[in-house]
């Protein structure tokens, strides 16, 4: 069955302090794998897609990465609008359905 | 363009009582995909559909149904609600399933 854990579940960091999420996942050949950021209230907005292990994508103070196994996304000198709740999701190759994870919620302090 | 529209924001229903949350796309997009949130559990996958006509269920289908006429709308119809269905719902679509998905604001749902 596939599937896709995120961890930590929640992570608070002070204002410059720069950590990383991670997102483990099981899958029968992977297709893509995407990260979305969502505020409270709203719908997810697309940040990034990996295709391939090894490929690594950034955007401002954010860097996704990819393995065979996991992604992480590397948060760098967060600033307390980087607080929202960060979601990945990957898609097999057998199917067009995308498997969420649970998120983690990132709190940046000021 | 407006992207990914969905009506209502918030509805409440009573057990039993049926309704249809509607979605509309203006991106010409032929994917379109139907979630739920519940608090902490992220998205599970209702329905999708790859165009016009054509549908098929995700995670959690049981006690919902779809149906897609057009390119443009995909409405989301709840049969017998029932306290369970309590959720947040969030309609989406994409180009491709390998590329982005464009998401509504959502519905926020509450059965009683």
């Known amino acids: 069955e596939d599937q896709v854990t995120q961890s930590p579940e929640a992570l608070r960091l002070q204002e410059g302090e720069s950590s990383s999420l991670n997102c483990s996942y099981t899958v029968s050949g992977l297709r893509g794998l995407f990260w979305y950021r969502q505020d409270p209230g709203k719908g997810p907005e697309f940040l990034f897609t990996l295709y391939s292990a090894g490929e690594e994508k950034e955007k401002e103070r954010l860097k996704a990465t990819l393995t065979k196994k996991e992604s992480f996304l590397h948060i760098t000198a967060p600033k307390p609008e980087d607080s929202a709740t960060y979601l990945c999701a990957v898609q097999a190759n057998r199917d067009d359905k995308i498997i969420f994870g649970k998120g983690t919620r990132l709190h940046i302090l000021p | 363009n407006a992207g990914v529209t969905q009506t209502p924001k918030f509805r409440i229903l009573k057990i039993g009582q049926s309704m249809t949350l509607q979605c509309t796309q203006d991106m010409n997009h032929n994917y379109m995909y139907w979630y739920r949130q519940d608090p902490g559990m992220g998205l599970k996958l209702i329905y999708y559909?790859?165009?016009?006509?054509?549908?098929d269920k995700g995670e959690v289908p049981n006690g919902y149904n779809v149906s897609r006429s057009t390119t443009e709308d995909f409405p989301l119809r709840l049969e017998l609600a029932a306290p369970s269905q309590t959720s947040v719902y969030f309609c989406?679509?994409?180009?491709?399933?390998?590329?982005?998905?464009?998401f509504g604001p959502g519905t926020r749902l509450t059965v009683l």
């Open positions: 559909s790859v165009g016009a006509g054509i549908t």
């Open positions: 989406a679509s994409s180009y491709r399933p390998r590329h982005e998905q464009f």
